[in-house]
């Protein structure tokens, strides 16, 4: 009887542990949640890969979610409710460490890679640029696949264009996005 007793014990403290697990880590697939909620009724902050400031006070914040892609979300100056999260690039193939998110005024540009073994340290498959601008419910995308990833995006003049680039010993690799979207990818040999 009293063993009975203790694995009741023990598996009681199992379920309530397992249950911490997943109040603070947001729950499963909940990636967007934040683990700590605040006292107020107001929902949580939500967690992300990346989080950056418009100078007119916006807020973007992005963050790879397993099994379905880049996901982003942006809030008003006046810090209130955090935007539905949107899907800006949909794929399985698994993250990146790195994720890129850049201000340039009133426009945000995005560097994002996926790709098999890339925790080894193998290049990505996919690489992601993206640009948003305006009230940031849409996003111009550009995927080039069986690349090494971008590795910087810089203004391009007074033009309001952005220039994404990987140089490498042979070759600058460059992409350019303007008022049009995206050209295409540019081989420069050196």
Known sequence: MRRHGERRLWALAGALSMAGVAVACGGPGDRGASAAAPASSAAPAPRFDQEVGLPDG????????????LVERHRGADKGVWSAPRLVYATATDRCESLTLEVFDRTVAVIADWGDYCYDGEPPMESLAAVGTGDLTR???KLT???DGWTEVAPEGGSGDLVFTRPSTERLTRLRWGADGFAEVEDIPR
Not at 58 to 69: L, P, Q
């Open 58 to 69: 916006r807020r973007v914040g992005m963050a790879y979610v397993e099994g379905r892609g």
């Open 139 to 141: 996003w111009d995308t």
């Open 145 to 147: 696949t069986s690349f």
